[in-house]
Structures are given as structure tokens and as C-alpha cells.
């Protein structure tokens, strides 16, 4: 969940590799530090706690000259945050400096065998052990850095995203990796490293993502060269990024979650655009018609997802089963892979994540292959793990998502699975044509409908300093606003610290309710669908105990207006749309209260935007 950057060229890396850390800064933010090979062929490495403004203030007084570096910002695995344990990690003799994503699982038994050799070591990290090993083999086995890194790798146990650079070497970066994401960005007579392409875009949009246990050689003025760890050279696909400069900006907002809050209506668009027809007689999902044969003969689908994912995963259940009449079941990937699941080779996997980088959910997708099921991937970043690994797919377009609570990726997948199962039914006839073209049509509406909510934006702000300072919060859902609930209680917990659970409304009576008092704020999902009057008497029962009850409700729902403490309207929809609308004003609940309790909303305390550990 780190960040890696690393440049090589004719200009200075210092500012390349600060503008990227800032970029990649969703990935981790415990500390930050740069490793720069400078005119002299020294290395100079340069690290500090807390954020990469820190880092920019301790370098103000530093010597950062040099055409050639790397950098790197953390989120703490082995060890907690500190200058010390910051990357990048110096090799025993300080010649070798080494950056690092992932974790090193038999670090414990390397580093042993390295003690005894007469290594000692600085921090409490895994990656400090992978850098002294690198300059072990290098010294006793007299091979090159290339070579050392070669057969480094070779001893270790884990996932790795790694960049290293050599005192006396300024023309030089090696780079590798296995289950951690790794890009090499082409540009004019300069080469870029990153993480994930936002801190490339802005010098080149052409890019090779290495493949696990690859390693790069970016030389300086020469072509690149991948090999495989057991040195064959690979051929490497150069990739063209669709991405813009723009996207990477707040664009006036306070925060970019707030940004990605408003860019709903328009990523929505861009995730329907080409898919759904102008006549809206129609959705072509080209990973599904490819595969048709595949669909109609499933036996069921499995869907796998972490975090706000599992959630739209869940949405997906109910539209798969409603609409396509094929059992669905919807698992964590990081228990599906270590339950010995029972997969078919006639099941569908559907595997759902944001960055593609996952690492539960890859492993996951690698168990359900081998065991001979068709693997397909809902993803938002091109190029990414989930993507090359799965048999087909489909992206959600919606642009960089930079904070770290997810918001449009969360409606993006929940829309792409809605055309999923409209597509599937379709062929399988499970869904009559009446009902297909009806909603197909308020598909194309949503997008107005949630500019309509994001008018409420104000009067949401105002109502969430009511509760700023509640200590719980319980959100109810039944049927399809179930994950809802979950997702704007996940929301709420992520940015503001606040404890809340979202529950299925029915089970309330079965354990919650007794947390219910004057002093326990219970946001319920009522919109005019589905178990409408169970909602009711749901509120009625937490009003007869004094709780107070926040209600999502349709526009001109004059009986949750006369029971509820306050209430949000949303415009109307077909009940399996309801989604889409009503989690968009627990998105700004959740972003309200946590700014008013003065939280970096962006970059919450001990989470990063993308898992690529376990």
C-alpha cells in the first residue's frame, strides 16, 4: 500500500519525485523519503516522519542535486512510523538505497542468516533485510547489482514492488516486482517509475506495467529491458494511458472526496457511455457477448470484493438473482481464498476492485482459475492486476479516484453489475422486454436525479453538525438499500472515526435495538420501494425508545416526514436503482460530520487507498 516513485533522466529528479510522492500520497502517509544518486555519484538518501510535506521541509537545507532517484511514502507494516523506519532503507556500506511494497514474509529467517555474517540493521522493517541481502550476494557472489537483485529475489518469500539505485552508478534503477503494482513510464530521453500511472501522466502517457517477478533495467539514454528473475529477457506491451492532468486536481474543492462526491452525475455517464444505446433499446457489454455461452450455462456466480466493493458486490446479488435467476454468492476474498472453497468449473467469478490491485481479491481470482472457473474482473484502473489476470471484464471509467474513502467507484461498480444482469437476463429471458426498456430508461435518468441530491449539499453540511459529536451511529436498510446501509456506515467510520454498523432493518429486533436512546443516532433507508411499511413501523420502534432518526425518503413522503427526527429526500426510482440515489446523501453526511470534527478526509488515519498487502 506504499508508494513507490523513480526518475531517470536529463532533468533534476528532486522536484519529479516530490510532484509524485504528493500524487501516490493516498497510498500511504506515515512518512516519506527520497534516495537521489547525485552529480558526484554519491547517494544521498533523505527521510522523515509524517507526510511528504514534512519531507519537503527537512530537504529544504539538503544537497538534492542529481538527475537520478526514487522515493517513497509509507503505510507501516513492519514497524511503526518513524525517520527511522522510513524508506528508502541504505544497504549496510550505504551504498545501495532500496524502496519497497509489500511485505518480505520469511524476513525474520533472511535476516538471521544475516546477522551471522556480520550484518547489523537500523530498523524494525522487512525491507531493510531485503536491501542488506541484496548487497550481500552482490559482494560475496562479485556479480553485478542486476544480478544480486536476481537472486535476492530468488530467497524471498512475499510481495514486492522494489526500486534500487547504487552509489557510483548515477545511469542506473533496477526495479521488480511479484503481487504488488510496478509501472515504467517511457518519456523523451527520461524513464518514470510509479506505483499506479498518476505521477507519470504528467511527463508521458506511455507505460509497461511489469508482471509478477519481473524485474526492469532503466538505463540511462538506452531502451528498456524486462527480465524474468531467472534472467530471460520478456517482451514488454507499451501501453497508452487515457488519463488527463485534470483529473489529478481538486478542481476548487476542499478535498478531493468531495470532488469525487460531485463528479457522480458525469462518471455515471462515462460508465453508461457505450453501452447503453441512444434509443435505450439496448446494453452491449462486449466481456459478456463474447462470453455469452459461459453465462447462460452457469451454474452460479460468485462474487469476490474487499471493503466497499463486498458492498456493491451484495447490490449485485440481488440484481443477478432478480433479473438472470442464477444463484449468486458473494464472499470476502480474503476468506474465500482460505476457506478451501468448493468452486466449479461451470461457475462465473465476478471480481470486484477499484485500484485492480488488491491482493486479496487477486489470490482469490488465482484459486477460482485454477480450480478451471471463468474469471471476470469490474475494475476502474486500465492496465491494472485484476484486469491482465482475469479472462474478460469490464472497467467502470470513472477517472482517478484519489480519496481514500471510495465514493463514485462504489456507484460505478453498482451500475456496471445493474447492466450485468440486464444484459444476462436479457439473453437468458428471465426479464420481459417491458421491464428491461423501463429500466433502461431511468437508468439514463439517474445521473439528473443525483445532480437533484447534490442540490441538498448545503442543507445536508447543516444537519450534520447536529452530530458531530455522537459516538455511534446504526444505519438500517432492507432489500436492496442492506448494503447501502453498510456502505454509509463504512463511510462514516472511515473519515470521522465515528463507531457505526449498518444492519439489515428486520434484525434490529434480534440484538441492536438495545443500543437505542436518546444519544444514538439511527439513519434509516425509507424510499418507496420494496418493505416500505415495514421501514415504517422500523422508525416507529426506534422512536418508541427515543432514538433519533435520520430518514432517506422520497421527495413529498409525508409519513416519514411526520415520524422521523429529520429527513433527506431523494427522488424516486425503480426499486434496484434505489442505490445509486440513496447512497449519495450518506456520502456527504459522512463527509460533513468527519470535516467539522477537523479529520483529513482524504487521507484517514491508518488506512491507504489501495491494499496490495495482506
Not at 282 to 301: M, P, T
Not at 331 to 346: A, G, L
Request: charged content about 20%.
Amino acid at each position: 500500500m506504499c508508494g513507490i516513485v523513480g526518475y531517470i533522466g536529463t532533468n533534476e529528479a528532486y522536484p519529479v519525485l516530490i510532484k509524485g510522492l504528493h500524487r501516490l500520497e493516498y497510498r500511504g502517509y506515515d512518512s516519506a523519503g527520497v534516495a537521489i544518486v547525485g552529480p558526484d555519484a554519491g547517494l544521498n538518501v533523505f527521510k522523515a516522519k509524517g507526510r511528504v510535506a514534512d519531507l519537503e521541509a527537512f530537504c529544504k537545507s539538503k544537497n538534492i542535486s542529481g538527475t537520478i532517484g526514487i522515493a517513497h511514502t509509507r503505510w507501516a507494516t513492519h514497524g511503526e512510523p518513524s525517520n527511522i523506519n522510513a524508506h528508502p532503507h541504505y544497504s549496510q556500506s550505504e551504498t545501495l538505497a532500496l524502496i519497497h511494497n509489500g511485505i518480505i514474509e520469511n524476513y525474520a529467517v533472511l535476516k538471521k542468516e544475516l546477522a551471522l555474517n556480520g550484518y547489523t540493521f537500523q530498523s524494525s522493517t522487512d525491507t531493510e533485510v531485503l536491501v542488506q541481502l541484496i548487497e550481500y550476494i552482490k559482494v560475496s557472489n562479485k556479480v553485478d547489482i542486476c544480478t544480486a537483485v536476481q537472486l535476492a529475489l530468488e530467497q524471498v518469500v512475499g510481495a514486492y514492488a522494489i526500486a534500487v539505485i547504487e552509489k557510483g552508478n548515477p545511469d542506473l534503477i533496477i526495479a521488480a516486482r511479484k503481487s504488488s503494482p510496478l509501472v515504467v513510464g517511457i518519456g523523451d530521453d527520461a524513464f518514470f517509475l510509479a506505483s499506479d500511472a498518476t505521477p507519470i501522466i504528467e511527463y508521458t502517457n506511455q507505460v509497461v506495467y511489469l508482471e509478477d517477478e519481473e524485474i526492469a533495467i532503466i538505463r540511462r539514454n538506452k531502451p528498456l529491458k524486462v527480465v524474468s528473475i531467472g534472467n530471460v529477457e520478456k517482451t514488454h506491451e507499451i501501453i497508452r494511458l487515457e488519463m488527463n492532468l485534470s483529473q489529478l486536481e481538486k478542481g476548487g474543492y476542499p478535498h478531493f472526496m468531495l470532488k469525487e462526491i460531485f463528479e457522480q452525475p458525469r462518471t455515471l455517464r462515462d460508465c453508461m457511455r457505450g453501452r447503453i444505446n441512444v434509443e435505450l433499446t439496448n446494453v452491449v457489454l462486449s466481456g459478456i457477448i463474447d462470453n455469452k455461452e459461459k453465462f447462460l450455462n452457469a451454474r452460479r456466480i460468485l462474487i469476490l470484493a474487499c471493503g466497499t466493493s463486498w458492498h456493491a458486490g451484495l447490490i449485485g446479488e440481488y440484481l443477478l438473482e432478480e433479473f438472470c435467476r442464477i444463484p449468486v454468492e458473494v464472499e470476502y476474498s480474503s476468506e474465500f481464498r482460505y476457506r478451501n472453497p468448493i468452486i466449479y468449473p461451470d461457475d462465473i467469478v465476478i471480481a470486484i476492485s477499484q485500484s485492480g490491485e488488491t491482493a486479496d481479491t487477486l489470490a482469490a481470482i488465482e484459486l477460482a482459475k485454477e480450480a478451471g472457473a471463468f474469471v471476470y474482473g469490474i475494475c476502474n484502473v486500465v492496465g491494472s492486476s485484476i484486469p491482465r489476470n482475469t479472462h474478460s471484464g469490464s472497467y467502470t471509467h470513472v477517472g482517478p479516484e484519489i480519496g481514500v474513502a471510495s465514493t463514485k467507484a462504489f456507484t460505478a461498480q453498482a451500475l456496471v453489475l445493474t447492466l450485468m444482469a440486464l444484459c444476462i437476463g436479457r439473453e437468458k429471458k428471465t426479464i420481459s422486454e417491458e421491464r428491461f426498456l423501463k429500466l433502461l430508461s431511468e437508468i439514463n435518468n439517474i445521473p439528473d436525479k443525483i445532480e437533484l441530491i447534490l442540490q441538498s449539499n448545503d442543507s445536508i453540511k447543516t444537519l450534520s453538525n447536529i452530530f458531530t459529536y455522537a459516538h455511534n451511529f446504526i444505519y438500517l436498510g432492507r432489500g436492496y438499500s442492506y448494503p447501502v446501509a453498510m456502505e454509509g456506515a463504512l463511510k462514516l467510520k472511515e473519515i470521522s472515526y465515528i463507531h457505526a454498523e449498518g444492519y439489515p432493518a428486520a434484525e434490529m429486533k434480534h440484538g441492536p435495538i438495545a443500543l437505542i436512546d436518546n444519544e444514538m443516532p439511527v439513519v434509516v433507508i425509507a424510499t418507496n420501494n420494496g418493505a416500505y411499511d415495514k421501514m415504517i413501523s422500523n422508525i416507529q420502534e426506534i422512536k418508541a425508545r427515543n432514538g433519533r432518526v435520520v430518514a432517506i425518503a422520497n421527495k413529498d413522503d409525508t409519513m416519514v416526514k411526520a415520524i422521523a427526527d429529520y429527513v433527506i429526500e431523494i427522488p424516486e426510482t425503480e426499486e434496484c436503482l434505489d442505490p445509486l440515489l440513496s447512497t449519495i446523501p450518506l456520502q456527504l453526511l459522512s463527509y460533513h460530520i468527519a470535516v467539522n470534527k477537523q479529520r483529513d478526509v482524504d487521507m484517514p488515519r491508518n488506512l491507504a487507498k489501495s491494499v496490495t498487502v495482506e
